[in-house]
């Protein structure tokens, strides 16, 4: 079960740096059912290799002028209080309901992005204030309870709710990630434990696969990335929402 999980290790790396999240979609069960590992020591372990392999990948999307820094940082700042009492609120909830909110988010977010592909996004140049520290609170407080660095929910509220093109919300989208992941193990970090020898070449696999994933991306189409992005949510969603409620009978 370890290969299988260094060879999904990829995935999550593609997922990050090509989509600027997803992640921790998949990173999450990866550990806890491929892995074996409880889910809330799965959680912390999520954001731990979900937070280096973002900090990477971040580099080149900076480099290409993919982040929009302003409102990253703004966005991160916000969210990261609300990522750390997320985390502390986490260690308190049953595992199922972890697992079945998680699912459930997943699929609210993945049918969000394919109802919009159709649709011509209009840019802005700065989202409003009010609408980055909106989104910042909300991402951040999910992000400390799942264990997710909140890709697949930045990257729609920044192209739904904030008006970015998709590729900037991608790079943006990995600041916040990196910022959200430290709050949210401030607050988990305590109440887990987590084995290095599983941890480390899992985290080293992802970080590969995230550079890999930022070469693929300059070369699908803005609607092709955000098809891709919404459909693969969506399946993983279904797949665990599943899974947990055959588990429940």
Do not use: C, K
């Not at 916040?176 to 949210?184: D, E, Q, S, Y």
């Amino acid at each position: 079960m370890f290969v299988l999980g260094l060879f999904l290790a990829i995935a999550i790396g593609l997922s990050l740096g090509l989509l600027g999240g997803g992640g921790s979609i998949l990173t999450v069960p990866v550990f806890h059912y491929v892995l074996g590992a409880p889910a809330h020591d799965a959680i912390t372990a999520s954001l731990v290799v979900v937070g280096v392999t973002s900090t990477l990948a971040l580099a080149p999307h900076a480099r290409a002028g993919r982040v929009r820094w302003q409102t990253g940082l703004v966005l991160g700042a916000s969210s990261m209080a609300a990522a750390y009492l997320g985390g502390r609120v986490s260690s308190a909830l049953p595992e199922v309901a972890l697992m079945v909110a998680f699912a459930t988010l997943m699929l609210v977010a993945g049918v969000a992005m394919l109802r919009r592909t159709g649709v011509p996004v209009a840019v802005t140049a700065i989202p409003s204030v009010e609408r980055v520290l909106a989104i910042g609170l909300a991402v951040g407080l999910l992000t400390g309870v799942l264990g997710v660095g909140g890709g697949f929910l930045i990257v729609p509220a920044l192209v739904l709710i904030g008006g970015l093109e998709v590729r900037d919300a991608v790079g943006t989208s990995l600041l916040v990630i990196v910022l959200n992941t430290l709050g949210a193990l401030a607050g988990t970090a305590a109440h887990t434990q987590l084995e290095a020898s599983v941890l480390v070449p899992i985290t080293g696999v992802a970080a590969f696969g995230s550079l890999l994933g930022v070469h693929l991306g300059r070369r699908l189409s803005t609607h092709q990335l955000q098809r891709g992005f919404g459909g693969f949510v969506i399946v993983m969603g279904a797949a665990i929402l599943t899974f947990e409620l055959v588990s429940l009978l």
